[in-house]
Nanobody, 120 residues
């Protein structure tokens, strides 16, 4: 079993900042990549940012330049630093992990989500 636990969400004003974290635990043999997705009410879940075990990053064009994804491989933790937040960033943010378990089984797992609300 693999568990992902997100934290760091909250209410901020436009232009503010938040830092999300996601810790992975369980029988993880190796992590291929971790990332963040978000979903607003009535909308689909969209990619925000991803980072591979080697450090390669990918960003949605809507957040590039404002958000930064990073990781601590020793702690199996991924972070998302969000700056210059806008009301349209309001969503539930979900952590995702692409991991190897039992040496040969590759799985994709999701966290429970953390709410980010940007409002004045």
């Amino acid at each position: 079993q693999v568990q992902l636990v997100e934290s760091g969400g909250g209410l901020v004003q436009p232009g503010g900042s938040l830092r999300l974290s996601c810790a992975a635990s369980g029988s993880i043999f190796g992590i291929n990549a971790m990332g963040w997705y978000r979903q607003a009410p009535g909308k689909q879940r969209d990619l925000v940012a991803t980072i591979t075990n080697g450090g390669t990053t990918t960003y949605a064009d809507s957040v590039r330049g404002r958000f930064t994804i990073s990781r601590d491989n020793a702690k199996n933790t991924v972070y998302l630093e969000m700056n210059s937040l806008k009301p349209e960033d309001t969503a539930v943010y979900f952590c995702n992990a692409d991991v190897w378990v039992l040496r040969t089984l590759r799985i994709n797992d999701w966290g429970q989500g953390t709410q980010v609300t940007v409002s004045s």
